[in-house]
């Protein structure tokens, strides 16, 4: 590797100390910055280079839901930069039961050089990140999933051939959950086209769509919510989807969401809706595409599907960029603790 592709100082972001709760903290050049800071540490590793820059650092990884992706990267990254991480489970500390979100984010901050929360309330997260006196980042609540906003973002690079600012993305399926508000967001801060597709009664709240609207009106972007499939996914360059039923909410919830939402599941006819051959398949994941996992197997019994937001013809196909999307979460989260733990 030469001395022109090594990855900059991560100081030189300027994002030393800080928190990441939301895509609403942070300007365009900010949230650029940490995408591209990613893909110099993504091109360091497959060079091979370990370089230990967070060495003799601690991390807490506090997760009150489950989680495979948003673990492993926040592991594999803080190991690869010679950081020792600390993983309090769903139900393995005082957390929210015998101790408030406050008091732990005082004792976190005492120990730990950065603490990584996933939770529901978004109000914890910023109460963690206003008392611990660490950066804190924030590993998904019900209103905000930025971390996974960054991979994708970096994502989109990767595979469009365009400038982000000429990129088409069609959001299907719950259109107010975290994924698809950090995707609006996200898209609106960086000047993208961002089109949220679903039932009216899944639309993400009046407060997000306008604040998405206010960034898209500086940086030249748009954003838009329909309940029309075939005008939402029209041009698009990514289809994107995620689970109807998010973490935390009742198993109770399928029967209506299902009914709500089987019209916007990402089929091959939707694919070609597009009308573009190049149109790629995105999915934060987990994703129910089959009958391979439990809940598949149960909605199978119960409602007779095979698969739920995406078909597996789609999931499986040459189009789908969800692998690669997985992969950058580690880079795109490696760059969010060297980015905020500098100097
Ligand atoms: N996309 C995502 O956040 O995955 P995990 O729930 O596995 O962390
Ligand atoms: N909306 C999903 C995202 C999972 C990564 C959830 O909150 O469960």
């Known amino acids: 590797m030469s001395v022109h592709t090594m990855p900059r100082d991560p100081a030189s972001l300027g994002l030393a100390g800080r928190n990441l709760l939301k895509e609403l903290d942070f300007t365009k050049d900010e949230w650029f910055s940490l995408v591209h800071y990613a893909r110099e540490l993504r091109t360091e590793r497959r060079f091979g280079l370990r370089p230990a820059r967070l060495a003799g650092r601690n991390i807490a990884l506090v997760f009150e839901k489950t989680s495979t992706r948003t673990r492993a990267a926040f592991e594999v990254a803080a190991h690869e930069e010679g ?43 910023e109460l963690l990140g206003r008392f611990a006196g660490v950066p804190v980042w924030n590993g998904l609540t019900d209103a905000w999933h930025p971390t996974q906003a960054l991979a994708d973002l970096l994502t989109m690079e990767d595979f469009s051939a365009e400038p982000i600012e000429e990129v088409v993305c069609a959001y299907l399926g719950d259109t107010r959950n975290n994924t698809a508000s950090s995707l609006l967001v996200s898209g609106a801060l960086v000047g993208m086209d961002v089109r949220l597709v679903g039932p009216p009664a899944l639309w993400p709240s009046p407060g997000v769509v306008s604040a998405a609207e206010q960034l898209a009106g500086a940086s030249g972007g748009r954003v838009s919510v329909t309940d029309d499939v075939e005008e939402g996914v029209d041009g698009a360059d990514f289809v994107y989807t995620d689970v109807w039923v998010s973490m935390g909410e009742p ?67 040459d189009a789908s960029v969800v692998f690669d999307q997985a992969e950058n979460r580690l880079h795109t989260i490696k760059a969010i603790m060297l980015a905020t733990l500098a100097g």
């Open 83 to 125: 950081a020792h991480v600390t993983y309090l489970g769903p139900g393995e500390s005082q957390i929210g039961v015998k101790e408030s979100v406050k008091d732990t984010a005082r004792v976190l901050g005492r120990m730990f050089d950065g603490i990584e929360y996933r939770g529901g309330a978004h109000d914890d997260a």
């Open 251 to 317: 198993a109770s919830s399928w029967d209506e969401r299902i009914e709500l939402l089987l019209a916007y599941q990402v089929s091959e006819a939707v694919m070609k809706a597009t009308g573009r051959p190049d149109t790629r398949f995105m999915h934060c994941l987990p994703a129910l595409h089959g009958t391979d996992t439990e809940v598949g197997r149960a909605l199978q019994r119960s409602h007779g599907l095979t698969a739920l937001e995406v078909t597996d013809e789609v999931f499986e196909s």
